[in-house]
C-alpha cells in the first residue's frame, strides 16, 4: 500500500503541476497575443497617417474609420507610446522622425528601416521594437514595446512560482490525506490475504485427511486408477495453498528483507543441474552462458526461489526437441539474467500477462503442465522487492524471460550480518 500511495500521490503532483502550467502558458500567450495584436494596431494607424498619431483635439478632422480606430486611445496616448518613423520617397529617405524616443537616433532609425525593408515583411519584430511597413513602402514605423515584454516575462515569472507553490502546497496537503484515500484499498487487501491465509490452513486439514484415507485404501486394496488420480489432485491443491502462502507472505513484506551477499552464479548452475535430466528426457538442448562469481546483494531462499521458478517454467512450456539458454551477466550497476525455452509465439497473447496470478494464454495446457499460474506472480514480486524488474519477450523462435537486478545495496533494506 505504501507504492500505491507514493503512485497516487505522484499522480497528483504531476496532474496538479501540468493543469498550472499549461494555464501559466495559456495566460502567456494571450498577453503576448494581446500585445502584438494592440502593436499592430498603433503602428498601422500611424503608418496609414504618415507617421503620426492623430490626437483627439484634431478629433473633427478625422474620416469616419479613423475615429473608430482611435476610440480606444486617449489624449494622453501620443506621449506616452515611444515610437520612430522613417519615411521614404523615390526608394531614398525623405525625413526620419524620432521626436517621441530618446533611446534611437536618426542614422541608427536609417538602419533600422534598411533592415526591415531587405526583410521584405510587412510587420514583426526588431530587438525590441514591432514594426510595420506601409503597404507603398513609403513609410515605417516603430514602436517600443520593451516595458510590455518586460511585464509580461515578469507576470510570467511571478505566475510561474505562484502554480509552483500551489502544487507544493496542493501535493503536501494530498500526501496527508492519501492515507485516508489508499486506507479501504489497505483494509481490502489486508481481508484478501486474511482469507487466503485462514482459507489455506482450513484446506489443509481435510486434505491431509484425503491423502491418508488414499494411502489407507491404497495399502489394503493396492494401488489403482481412481486412488492414483485422488494422490495426484491432492498433490496439486496442496502445492497450490503452498504457492498461494508463499506468495501472500512476500506481498506483505515493503522494503525490509533480510539481504547477504549472494553468489548468483552458483544459485543459476545448481538450478541448471537440477533439471538437465528433465531437459535431457525431453531431447532439448541446455546452452549456459553464465558468467562466474557473480555476486550481488539479496536475499538468498528468495532468489533461489525466483530462478527455480523461471527454470522449472522453461522445462515446462519448451517445444519437444528444442533449446533452453540459460544467461548471467553483470555489470557495475545491474545484474542480469535470462531464461529463454524454445516454443510457439502467438502474435495474439499479451505476454506481460504472464505474471498476473492464475493467468494462462491457453487453458489447456494446464493439465498438461501443470502448475498453477502463480510462479510467475511470486517471481515477478522478487525481482521487485530486489529492486529489479523482470519481462517476457517474445521472438521468432521461443519465449525469453528477462530478469534486470540492482548489483547495489539499496536504502532501506535490512543486511544480514552473519
Known sequence: MKKLRQKIVFAVFVSVLVVFMLTVLSVGAAIKF???????????????????????????????????RLYEFDEETPYRLRYFVVNYSSGKVESVNVE????????TAEEFAETVLMSGNKTGDCYDYRYRVSDDNTCVVFLDISDEIESSNYLVIIMCLVALMFVAVITVIFYFLSKRVVRPFEENSRMQKQFITDASHELKTPLAIISANAE?????DGENE???NITTQVGRIGEL??????????????????IEEVNLSEIITKAADDFAEVFKGKGVSLIRNIDQDVT?????SQLERL?????ENASKYVSES?????????????????????CEIDKNVDYSHLFDRFYRPDASRTSKTGGHGIGLSIAKRIAMLHNGKIEAVPSGDGLSFNVVLSSKLRAGKKQNKS
Do not use: M
Not at 100 to 107: L, N, Q, T, W
Not at 296 to 300: A, D, S
Open 296 to 300: 550481488l546483494n539479496g536475499n538468498k
Open 307 to 311: 530462478v527455480s521458478v523461471l527454470v
Open 100 to 107: 517621441h524616443i530618446a533611446a534611437v537616433d536618426e542614422s
Open 34 to 68: 494581446s500585445t502584438i495584436s494592440r502593436s499592430d494596431n498603433i503602428t498601422e494607424f500611424i503608418a496609414d497617417n504618415g507617421g503620426k498619431l492623430p490626437i483627439k483635439k484634431n478629433y473633427d478632422k478625422l474620416s469616419e474609420s479613423e475615429k473608430i
Open 322 to 342: 528444442g533449446e533452453v539458454k540459460i544467461t548471467l551477466k553483470q555489470d557495475s550497476k545491474h545484474t542480469k539474467f535470462s531464461v529463454f525455452n524454445s
Open 241 to 258: 495453498i503452498n504457492e498461494l502462502l508463499t506468495l501472500n507472505r512476500l506481498e506483505e513484506i515493503e522494503d525490509n528483507i533480510d
Open 216 to 220: 489407507v485404501l491404497a495399502y489394503k
Open 226 to 228: 481412481w486412488i492414483n
